[in-house]
C-alpha cells in the first residue's frame, strides 16, 4: 500500500491551501483516512481524519478553517486548509487503515504517506 501525498508549500499568514493524498496498491477496501502533522521539536498529533462514511474529526485547533473530505472513489483524501497560521507548519503526513489483498487472502493495513512541508510565513 502506497500513499502519495501532495500540495505542500510556502503560504502567507491568514492563506489558502489543500492538500491531497492519493492511497494505492492491493487495496480491497479503505476505512478511515485522515492527516497528522509534526512540528520541529514537536510529537505527530492528529489535525482531522475521515471515516469510510465521512464522519470527521478535527483538532480543535483547525476546526473552523481546516475541512477534510474523500473523493468518491474513496481512495483519497484533501485537505483545504484556510485562514492558516504560523503555527500551521509542520510537515503534514497522510494516513490509512483498511484492508489489502495478499494472493487469496485479506489483510489489514495502517499506512502513512511521506509527509509534505507546510511552511505559513510572510
Known amino acids: 500500500v502506497q500513499l502519495q501525498a501532495s500540495g505542500g508549500g510556502l503560504v502567507q499568514p491568514g492563506g489558502s491551501l489543500g492538500l491531497l493524498c492519493a492511497v494505492s496498491?492491493?487495496?480491497?477496501?479503505?476505512?478511515?483516512m485522515g492527516w497528522y502533522r509534526q512540528a520541529p521539536g514537536k510529537q505527530r498529533e492528529l489535525v482531522a481524519t475521515i471515516t469510510g462514511v465521512d464522519n470527521t474529526n478535527y483538532a480543535d485547533s483547525v476546526k473552523g478553517r481546516f475541512t477534510v473530505s474523500r473523493g468518491s472513489a474513496k481512495n483519497k483524501v484533501t485537505l483545504q486548509m484556510n485562514s492558516l497560521k504560523p503555527e500551521d507548519t509542520a510537515v503534514y503526513y497522510c494516513h490509512a487503515t483498511g484492508t489489502r489483498t495478499v494472493l487469496f487472502s485479506l489483510v489489514d493495513f495502517d499506512s502513512w504517506g511521506q509527509g509534505t512541508q507546510l511552511t505559513v510565513s510572510s
Open positions: 496498491g492491493s487495496i480491497f477496501s479503505i476505512d478511515n
